[in-house]
């Protein structure tokens, strides 16, 4: 069964204090793996599509990997802004439905 | 760009009670899903069109849920009796093609049923 794990369910961090958070998956072929970003009150948006396993994609303070199994969002030097839920979803080789993860609450304090 | 539109943006019923739910996609975006939020959950996802064909309804509970996409633009997603365990807040969301392509997001409504 295809699914999506993210750890941990919730990070608090100082401002300036660099993190990782986690997407574990297991899809029988990959076609695409999505990060959004959710502001409360808010539809999730998109920050970034990793199609194969050693891709590696920036934008500001955020950097998202690939591996055959699992992702990771590096968040460096966070600010207050950047506090959000995010949410990792695959897609697999064999339809086009999104398999979503429960989302990491990031809290940054300043 | 305009967004997604959605309305209403909150919506309070009771149980055994109809509602729907409408969306206007970025214009020329041939995909269109409407997704549930559970507190605390990742979204799940009802049914997804492309242009005014369904691609996927395999989770649509279609005892009590139904959705439309005339003319293969706007839509409309009906619940018709409500449960409690609907209370959640319904995304619609619009994308240019289906494989690979980054979904955009409306504001989404928050149903409560008491």
Known sequence: EDQVTQSPEALRLQEGESSSLNCSYTVSGLRGLFWYRQDPGKGPEFLFTLYSAGEEKEKERLKATLTKKESFLHITAPKPEDSATYLCAVQPESNYQLIWGAGTKLIIKP | EAGVAQSPRYKI???????????????????????????????????????????????????????????????????????????????????PGLAGNEQFFGPGTRLTVL
């Open chain 2, 13 to 95: 019923i009771e149980k055994r009670q109809s509602v729907a739910f409408w969306c206007n996609p970025i214009s020329g975006h041939a995909t269109l899903y409407w997704y549930q939020q559970i507190l605390g959950q990742g979204p799940k996802l009802l049914i997804q069109f492309q242009n005014n064909g369904v691609v996927d309804d395999s989770q649509l509970p279609k005892d009590r849920f139904s959705a439309e996409r005339l003319k293969g633009v706007d839509s409309t997603l009906k619940i018709q009796p409500a449960k409690l365990e609907d209370s959640a807040v319904y995304l619609c969301a619009s994308s």
